[in-house]
């Protein structure tokens, strides 16, 4: 199965050079970023990471239409599995592993939470108000 990680980006340049560096590449066949028009370097360290494909939003769309955008190019892809990993690291790239083995074991949907680790999270970056 062609598994395909997407990471919806905005202003992400401090962590993605970790998230993209745990991201377990043997059972990961392609990565897509898609850039919601960040201020920051996040295209340039994109870029730097070798992430296959890059796509930007000329002005900012929100979350939402990142997500979209992301799901899009998937499919494009021919994904059979997609991994949705935010790229500012309140996730931890490493459990994609035992999310696709939930898949394949037959699963229709997976969801990680970044809360079962307490405040992991955090220490991570997540703003406190949203923890």
Excluded: W
């Excluded at 340049?13 to 960040?38: G, H, M, W, Y």
């Excluded at 990142?66 to 599995?81: G, V």
């Excluded at 997609?82 to 490493?94: A, E, F, N």
């Amino acid at each position: 199965m062609k598994v395909v990680v997407v990471l919806p980006a905005y202003n992400c340049a401090k962590s993605l050079k970790k998230t993209i560096s745990e991201i377990p590449n043997e059972i990961v066949d392609e990565i897509v970023l898609v850039d919601d028009f960040s201020s920051d370097d996040t295209l340039k360290i994109a870029k730097e990471c070798r992430i296959e494909h890059i796509v930007k939003h000329n002005k900012n769309l929100g979350y939402g239409a990142n997500q979209k955008t992301c799901y899009d190019k998937a499919l494009e892809l021919n994904a059979d599995i997609v991994i949705m990993l935010h790229p500012d690291y309140q996730y931890d790239p490493r459990l994609i592993t035992s999310l696709i083995r939930k898949i394949e074991q037959g699963a229709d949907i997976v969801l990680a939470s970044r809360m079962m680790k307490g405040f992991e999270a955090v220490r991570n970056g997540m703003p406190l108000y949203k923890y």
